[in-house]
């Protein structure tokens, strides 16, 4: 967590180039690195070689409490970022010796998806043989870069690459500076064009700038609309308050006439028909700038200084018809020679958007602007790499150069498209990837490429920092550093040590085999060959890789393929076999989403088979895997077992930042669960073992290890994750196995007649990993409903009010996925569609979002008073009568309907209060929790009022007075 918690700080394998799921550094050498030691290895230098020399924990306890007192902790951790640390010649030589008593003289290990390559760039610098692999070409020119330049090629890569990229920038300078007019030299520079998209109004033909806001600075700075009756349009003025700013033009998809004698709502069906027909137009409506100012200091000395600052355009600012001659002009020549990506965009994509939108060709989702600019790199590039070709001059050192290049100019792209965003309150630009899809941005940021230390020349910089940083950490003898002098990049821009092996071991014959294929088909390496298989593979459907990198792989067709033609042979990336759960593949079909995962679980499958089959007798495989729906741990390990392995163990490993975009504000697992998995022994044919008898060994199991799990702090969704691991421990111990009786169909299937039409027929006699998953859930919801309460009586949570308070207690969210909510419910056995959805919860997509009580009275759907129903209908309407009367109207609410002896009720009481998110002020923000936050305050006040000697404080409250307390104690 501390290696991502930083974002100017992160590891040069981050931001090299765009890749959607990285696994951290330091979790990817413990993979390697526990899987390759016995179990009695020295744990301490085991953290030694990890890199952690301090206490984390007490160090994270430290920051928080900075946070919240406002009082900075200088170095709570002590001690260098561990992915910084590069093992010692000793220390490696220590894994060796090690790994021979397990009969491993020289340990290999294969990653057969390996995406972004966290993984074998671990190996690498642990010093293994290393063998990666991925079926996406963007991936594996990403590892090239990453783990294979570095080591081979060392800095001399980064000397190439900055030569040849500053002759691209000084090329492209001349080429396209008219078109991006700075009129406003010296002292002024405008930095940043924003646009809005644009529609006719069909009601008034008023042109209609479509923003959601128009918003631009925290301080309230933002754009008024002045739309003009005469002309149909629109100018813009900036205003320095929140109140003076228009109002948005576009929500949820359909827009509103800004006109003042029209102002009606314009249909989103129409602004997509009108976008698909090629209407679809924008405006510049706000440019960013920074101008120089002269400051006096205390001292009366000038100080020159940059502010920035926001104007309207003007007519001077519009170059689109010099932008259309010159794409007129130059358009014939680069479709010759295609240099411009003209490639459509999948009509099977499962993300859309581009061609709802109207950009079916990949080069549509750039303004002709950006396009122009895009392609004419592009073209300069073309031309270099000819010059070096006829010089004769194109050795590997030349070609990893240009590899470079075409990765830095990709990042320019991904800040440089009609998908990037102005972030208003951090009032900065924001990458098209920001977000794992193609979401549509009605008003969008373009970048001044040409600026000094802005546009090429940061795309430049930031990859030959990253070349240096890179270098270093595999190569530190070739960074010039002594051990405990700070002389290399990364420790200048991080501040921190770099450790250096005390004799530089040789990299350079080290293995390093990266391969683009399919992770079932590892032709080129040998049967029983690897000893260690260590891999992060796709998340069922979270992520489409190939569809996303189409974006980057029409560009780097035309650059990197140019060098490394091997790797860009295809129109478009391959999404035929990719192994993800993709829906899109089986589009038109019925149950499109049963048979994308039954897809992924074959093609899984068939992965594992191929890693069995190169895995030696006595090798082992780590699997790390994040995902909370039920269907991608069942398809995973259904693939894992039918392939022949089986899970020995199993760890969740904390690995996700928590103010990561992805997860923030959202019931999301901070958590990797890693799978340990070794080949199975066979099985007697008639070896025929039942559920019935082993689902008692799986509760015992799974028993054993969740009060261990809660003690280490995984808490919320992540214990129940955690509970998966031991759980498929044993049941891939005894399988396959058959059930004695039937499988049940749950009381929703039976009623919804319409899905089971959509159904994959199935074996009711077949138990399968997702019985293993749900017995492992009602063991933890026992768990943790004994955890949540004190009192010493013989009561029960109902199951409604029970379903509530694991909800929150698992998920910490108000929201959280729909698939999950149902597995919960047949946890505490309530039927979800009838006694939750529209009474506790609403239905959003594929989520639910639960109510608080003052939603819940307000909608009519909360229950009888008295508890008939659930003790959480009388709960919401105690926390409602206190949030408006106060706790003495609810008190005599509660005594009223005779609950206030009930037993029931107070154990409910105290379960909710467990759970509940506490008011904003005492653990920072309540986010979108804030709603039910008034009802914890409103319980607790009730609860102090009547029922102190009958429920003690909340565990919560408690436990965080006391962290407090030793916080302040620690200093």
């Not at 692999?133 to 570095?150: F, H, K, Q, S």
């Not at 003042?260 to 679809?280: F, T, V």
């Not at 700038?289 to 007519?315: F, I, N």
Request: proline share 6%; net charge neutral.
């Amino acid at each position: 967590m501390r290696e991502r918690r930083s974002m100017t700080a992160l590891p040069p394998t981050y931001y090299l180039h765009v890749w959607w799921a990285r696994r951290p550094l330091v979790a990817s050498r413990a993979a390697v690195l526990a899987s390759l030691l016995p179990a009695d290895a020295d744990q301490d230098q085991f953290m030694r070689v990890m890199g952690i020399h301090g206490d984390p924990v007490r160090a994270q306890k430290l920051i928080e409490n900075a946070r919240r007192t406002g009082n900075r902790v200088l170095d709570p951790y002590g001690y260098p970022r561990a992915f910084a640390y590069q093992p010692s010649l000793s220390e490696r030589s220590w894994i060796i010796q090690e790994a021979t008593r397990l009969g491993l003289s020289a340990p290999s290990v294969l990653d057969p998806t390996a995406g972004g390559g966290s993984i074998p760039f671990e190996a690498v610098r642990l010093g293994l043989p290393t063998y990666a692999n991925d079926l996406n070409p963007v991936a594996v020119l990403i590892e090239r870069a990453t783990i294979d330049w570095p080591v081979r090629l060392g800095s001399s890569a980064r000397t190439r690459f900055k030569a040849i990229a500053a002759q691209l920038r000084s090329r492209i300078e001349d080429r396209i500076g008219e078109v991006f007019p700075q009129r406003s030299l010296p002292d002024q520079i405008d930095l940043t064009y924003l646009w809005a998209r644009t529609i006719t109004c069909p009601h008034c033909d008023g042109l209609v700038p479509l923003s959601p806001n128009w918003k631009l600075a925290g301080d309230g700075t933002g754009v008024r609309l002045k739309p003009d009756t005469t002309t149909r349009r629109c100018g813009f003025e900036i205003v320095a308050k929140a109140k003076d700013q228009s109002e948005g033009t576009v929500a949820r998809g359909d827009g509103l006439c800004p006109f003042p004698d029209c102002g009606r709502p314009i249909d989103g069906d129409y602004i997509k028909a009108e976008a698909q027909a090629g209407r679809m137009g924008e405006q510049l409506y706000a440019i960013v700038y920074k101008r120089r100012v002269l400051k006096t200091t205390k001292t009366g000395r000038k100080k020159e200084s940059w502010e920035r600052g926001y104007r309207a355009p003007t007519a001077e600012d519009e170059v689109s018809e010099l932008i259309a001659e010159r794409l007129a002009e130059k358009m014939p020549l680069w479709e010759a020679n295609d240099d411009i990506p003209s490639e459509r965009v999948p009509p099977t994509i499962n993300d859309d958007r581009p061609i709802q939108y109207g950009m079916p060709l990949w080069r549509d989702l750039f303004s002709p602007r950006q396009l122009l600019g895009h392609v004419t790199a592009v073209e300069v590039y073309r031309e270099l790499l000819e010059e070096e070709r006829a010089a004769g001059r194109l050795d590997e050192l030349t070609r990893a150069a240009f590899g470079y290049l075409a990765l830095s100019l990709d990042k320019l792209r991904d800040y440089n498209s009609r998908m990037a965003r102005w972030h208003s309150n951090r009032e900065v630009m924001v990458n098209t990837f920001d977000r794992h899809d193609f979401a549509f941005k009605w008003s969008y940021a373009e970048m001044a490429p040409l600026i000094a230390g802005l546009g090429f020349d940061w795309a430049i910089e930031q990859t030959a920092k990253c070349i240096g940083e890179l270098v270093a950490l595999v190569r530190p003898e070739a960074g010039g550093g002594k051990k405990g002098r700070k002389t290399s990049e990364l420790d200048q821009r991080m501040g921190e040590g770099l450790f250096v092996a005390e004799s530089a071991p040789s990299y350079a014959a080290q293995t390093i085999e990266l391969s683009c294929k399919s992770g079932d088909a590892l032709d080129h390496i040998g049967d029983a060959s690897i000893d260690c298989v260590v891999m992060d593979p796709p998340y069922y459907d979270n992520v489409m890789y190939a569809e996303l990198s189409d974006f980057f792989y029409v560009w780097l067709k035309r650059t990197a393929g140019r060098v490394y033609p091997d790797l860009f042979r295809r129109q478009l990336t391959d999404k035929d076999s990719e192994a993800v759960a993709n829906p899109a593949r089986f589009r038109g079909e019925k149950g499109a989403k049963v048979l994308a995962g039954r897809d992924y679980q074959q093609r899984m499958a068939a992965i594992f088979a191929e890693c069995r089959r190169v895995l030696k007798p006595d090798g082992i495989m780590t699997l790390m895997f994040t995902h909370k729906a039920t269907g991608a741990w069942d398809a995973l390990t259904k693939g894992l077992m039918e392939a022949g392995f089986t899970i020995t163990a199993s760890w969740p490993i904390n690995t996700e930042a928590e103010g990561s975009l992805h997860i923030k504000d959202k019931a999301a697992a901070n958590s990797t669960i890693f799978l340990v998995c070794r080949p199975r022994p066979p099985k007697a044919a008639d070896d025929t073992l039942y559920w019935e008898d082993v689902e008692p060994l799986l509760a015992a199991k799974v028993r054993e290890r969740v009060g261990a799990f809660q003690q280490a702090g995984i808490r919320g969704v992540d214990l129940y994750l955690a509970s998966f691991g031991p759980a498929l421990e044993e049941f891939s111990k005894h399988w396959p196995l058959r059930r004695g009786r039937p499988r049940p169909q749950p009381e929703q299937a039976r009623r919804n007649r319409q899905a089971a039409l959509f159904q994959e027929a199935s074996d009711p006699y077949e138990a399968t990993p997702e019985d293993a998953l749900e017995a492992a859930r009602r063991e933890v919801k026992d768990w943790r409903l004994k955890q949540l309460v004190q009192q010493n009586t013989r009561a029960e949570l109902d199951p409604i009010t029970a379903w509530f308070v694991l909800a929150w207690d698992s998920f910490g969210a108000p929201e959280f996925p729909y698939d999950e909510a149902l597995m919960l419910a047949r946890a505490v056995g309530v039927d979800l569609e009838r006694d939750i959805v529209g009474k506790l919860a609403e239905k959003k997509q594929n989520n639910l979002h639960l109510l608080d009580s003052a939603a819940r009275i307000a909608k009519g759907r909360a229950g009888a008073a008295d508890g008939s129903s659930s003790m959480l209908d009388a709960l919401h309407h105690a926390a409602h009568r206190a949030r408006s009367r106060g706790a003495a109207a609810a008190l005599e609410l509660v005594q009223h309907n005779g609950l206030d002896r009930e037993p029931k009720f107070l154990l409910a009481l105290e379960a909710l209060l467990e759970v509940l998110p506490v008011p904003p002020g005492l653990r920072g923000e309540a986010g979108e929790a804030e709603d039910h936050a008034g009802d914890f305050d409103a319980l607790e006040k009730l609860r102090r009022l009547a029922f102190a000697d009958q429920i003690g404080q909340p565990e919560q409250l408690r436990m965080f007075e006391e962290q407090q307390r030793a916080l302040e104690a620690a200093g």
